[in-house]
């Protein structure tokens, strides 16, 4: 199999995922990464070994950010051997699309021109603020999974439930969810896998909202009785957190491996390339966005 070749889009305020997202396929320079104002990314790609902890299947070859300077900043730190003037240069050239802003407001613009050309893409979180915008979105696929978008944190294993952790809390009565930073690009980290951890959880049958400073939380509760609390609590210094609460016990859950998540993220993606394939359910991203847009709600 002849190796896939992507083409990464930057740069939104605060995300470095361009270069982070790059490296995991492409490996990197640590002097240039060093300098990518995101000094969380060289610590934890540092703990890798390139190329054995890269993705093999495919290398991010081209890149496009809002300015050649920044562009050229991400091609040096990841190895990008591509730097293209405009984004839409990338079609015909590439097999695929790393949409890596999490400025979900662009997100339509950005991708337009991809799914136009039947590329798939993977949409960085949130693929949208409403609904509305993500029904446009996946209304816009040439084919059924021809976007991906999620947030990594759904494949983070410290956020999974083993059989004897299961057993020891039992049925789920509670989820108490917290995350650093705002809602709306923050909240979906701890919105994604505490749904997975609350399989049985039936349908919405009432959120509250409430604000305070910078913070926001939202109260949900599900048809089965289940109680859940999400907070995202803005510049307080605050964990990635997800406390499950059952009728024998409890269990905190604290994020940690970003690399592991991120790799899994994207090889799903890769891996949805290569069998053209369904690889985020058109059903569960609306289920995020949906409480993503109720919670923006006062």
Known sequence: MNTIKLGVIGLSPGNGHPYSWSA?????????????????????LEKQHFPEDSIAEAKVTHVWAQSHEIASHISKAALIPSVVEHYTDMIGAVDGILLARDDAE????????????????????????????????????????????????????????????QAQIGRLCHIHATVPKDWDKYAIHIIEPLILLARERGFV??????????????????????????????????????????????????????YFAFKSALFEFVQGIIHRDVRTAPDFMLEVISLIEKGRVS
């Not at 409403?130 to 956020?159: D, M």
């Not at 089965?224 to 409890?250: D, F, H, K, Q, Y």
């Open 24 to 44: 995991i396929f492409n490996g990197y320079n640590p002097v240039y990464m060093e300098e990518c104002g995101f000094p969380v990314i060289p610590r934890y």
């Open 106 to 165: 662009n997100h339509i613009e950005f991708a337009a021109p991809f799914l136009d050309a039947g590329i798939p893409i993977y949409i960085d979180k949130p693929l949208a603020l409403s609904v509305a915008e993500a029904n446009h979105l996946l209304n816009s696929q040439r084919y059924p999974g021809q976007i991906f978008s999620c947030s990594a944190l759904r494949y983070a294993k410290e956020f999974q439930l083993s059989d004897a952790d």
């Open 205 to 258: 049958q009432r959120t509250q909202t409430w604000r305070n400073d910078d913070s926001t939380t939202m109260a949900i509760t599900y048809s089965n009785g289940l109680g859940v609390l999400i907070s995202t609590l803005g510049s307080t210094c605050a964990p990635l957190s997800i406390r499950v609460m059952g009728e024998a016990g409890w269990k905190d859950l604290f994020f940690q491996d970003t």
